[in-house]
């Protein structure tokens, strides 16, 4: 038989942002989607107040440790020159870009959920398929001239 919690422990799990509960989240998965949810309704009230979504981008990159935000400063640059029609903004606190309101990519830091690579990854409206199976998201160690001129590939493909 399972030990009951008191409601002082009930308490602690509930605020302990390192604490494991019965969700079946992480801290960091749990603060991803409070992130959302803050997206969701600044999207929403951004009707009365300006919000700038590239403003947010950055600031979302300007917080990550160095090795990521270089990798996540060269994707921004990369889907500036050859996918400019993205918008850019943050998906989950992530740096995204998005087609038509729907985040189309995204970086995400190896920091965030404490991996050891980085991952630039597509969503369902990027257009990569390749016959019936194809990646959708790729780790990251760093960016050098071949990364760089695959993922221009991969974003002119995404658009296309």
Partial sequence: MAARRTTAQQK?????PDSDDSSGFSAEERAAMKDRARELRS????KRTKTDP???LLAAIAAMPESDRVMAEAIHALV???????APRTWYGMPAWAKDGTAL???QSA???KSRYATLGFNA????????MWPTSFALLSIGPA??????ELLRRAVG
């Fill in 54 to 56: 590239e403003a947010d």
């Fill in 12 to 16: 602690s799990a509930r605020t302990d």
């Fill in 105 to 107: 990519c995204f970086f």
């Fill in 43 to 46: 999207s929403r009230s951004s």
């Fill in 147 to 152: 990364e760089e001129a695959r993922i221009a």
């Fill in 80 to 86: 500036s020159e050859h996918a400019p029609e993205l």
């Fill in 125 to 132: 409206g990027a257009n990569l398929d390749e016959g019936d």
């Fill in 111 to 113: 920091a965030k959920f």
